[in-house]
Nanobody, 127 residues
Framework: VQLQAYGGGLVQAGGSLRLSCAAS???????????MSWFRQAPGKEREFVAA???????FYEDSVKGRFTISRDNAKNTVYLQMNSLKPEDTAVYYC???????????????????WGQGTLVTVSS
């Protein structure tokens, strides 16, 4: 599957952005079969988990974004979204979407567990 992430930009602290990740699913494989996730990587730091949404649309969040970010998916559009509210300067990073068909729940938080990645979209939050 190919992933295309977009929607990043420059926003002031307290503002909002919505990221989108459009998937071109493999032939014969439904988008519904994939667990979809967002990771981010700030300069000089390792890539870290942000949020995931299961095949059943159950969401999972990293603690620092709970209550501020919302992950959702539209299976008819093969797209996953990340609505980011109350943004903070520490949210500044390149955000990547990821997908995997065979990942298990305990591995949702691990970047190494995902086979497919988008190209990343930069989010900059100014103070």
């Amino acid at each position: 599957v190919q992933l295309q992430a977009y929607g990043g930009g420059l926003v002031q602290a307290g503002g909002s952005l919505r990221l989108s990740c459009a998937a071109s699913a493999a032939s014969g494989v439904s988008f519904r079969a994939y667990v979809m996730s967002w990771f981010r990587q700030a300069p000089g730091k390792e890539r870290e988990f942000v949020a995931a949404i299961g095949r059943d649309s159950r969401p999972f969040y990293e603690d620092s974004v709970k209550g501020r970010f919302t992950i959702s998916r539209d299976n008819a559009k093969n797209t996953v979204y990340l609505q980011m509210n109350s943004l903070k300067p520490e949210d500044t990073a390149v955000y990547y979407c990821a997908a995997d068909r065979q990942i298990i729940l305990s591995s949702y938080y691990s970047a190494d567990a995902y086979d497919y990645w988008g190209q990343g979209t930069l989010v900059t939050v100014s103070s």
